[in-house]
């Protein structure tokens, strides 16, 4: 099974990228982040036509994610099921696919070091966790690949000494994400490649980023034990962030052997 993420920064301007990429590519589930969509606007006829199922939810001007697949699902669920005020059904998306329940999340990005859109930002890690505990078993095949908005370790961005204030580098976001990790997911790319470098976000606000290799590994693919020790090969497809109207993230999959 092929799995791909991808935070596109906008799904109706990236659509064509989008068509491109899944007939190239052909992977079984493609999981999206940031459609910045309402339902409403959602490009779903157009989705349905490259042959897959679409499943998505979203709202206006930000957030928004999605869940492309080669078969339905047995099952989709939306947002946090906690019962707290903030479900974020637009940051939060899980579907059963073949068996194998796959997590797509869009993470907060914190906003700055000391505000509530930070604390926010470490509480949903806390919320993930549990969400998982309820949801899922450290024993059994799953999937949680997304925008994290957190470089976990300092081989996962440039000039890390420069970033440590940084709300996706931070030591307490670095702390929260890998103590979500810790219920029971593998980062397949580090499973393959303990000492990789490979970034999948160069920053639009520095436009020489991705010549220069300036960038992030912010985007992530994990899976829990069971599933990690099947992975085949895990890879970062540059070339649609060198394209015209590019996210500013781009894609990354992994090929399970399921």
């Known amino acids: ?63 928004g994610v999605a869940i492309l697949s080669r ?16 479900t974020d059904d637009a940051r939060l998306i899980r579907a059963v696919i073949q068996g194998i329940p796959i997590v797509n ?27 998982f505990e309820q949801h899922l078993s450290p024993d059994q095949p799953a999937v949680w690949c997304g925008d994290m908005n957190v470089a976990p370790e300092p081989i996962d961005v440039h000039s890390p000494e420069k970033h ?5 580098f931070h030591e ?14 593998v980062d397949v790319l580090r499973h393959l490649y303990p000492d990789k470098q490979q970034f999948t976000f160069w920053d639009y606000l520095r436009p020489s980023s991705l010549e220069k290799n300036k ?4 985007d992530h693919m994990l899976a829990t034990r ?5 992975v085949r090969a895990v890879d970062v ?9 590019a996210s500013d993230h781009t894609f990354l999959w992994a090929d399970f052997d399921v």
Not at 71 to 86: C, I, M, Q, R, S
Not at 164 to 168: E, I, M, Q
């Open 1 to 63: 099974m092929k799995i791909a993420t991808y935070n596109v920064n906008s799904i109706r301007i990236r659509l064509d990228t989008i068509i491109a990429w899944l007939d190239r590519h052909r992977p079984d589930v493609l999981c999206i982040q940031e459609t910045k969509c309402q339902d409403e606007m959602f490009p779903l006829l157009v989705l349905r036509s490259t042959g897959y199922h679409v499943n998505f939810r979203g709202m206006k001007s930000y957030n």
């Open 71 to 86: 078969v339905a699902p047995e099952a989709v669920f939306y947002g946090f099921d906690d019962n707290l005020p903030e």
């Open 105 to 131: 999340s869009y993470v907060p990005n914190g906003f700055k070091l000391g505000t509530p859109q930070y604390e926010y930002k470490l509480r949903w890690y806390a919320r993930l966790r549990s969400y």
């Open 164 to 168: 440590r204030k940084h709300v996706c």
């Open 172 to 185: 307490d976001v670095r702390k929260a994400y890998k103590e979500t990790l810790s219920w029971g997911f």
């Open 215 to 218: 960038g992030w590994r912010i």
């Open 226 to 230: 069971p599933l990690a020790e099947k």
């Open 237 to 245: 497809d540059v070339e649609p962030r060198r394209g015209a109207r």
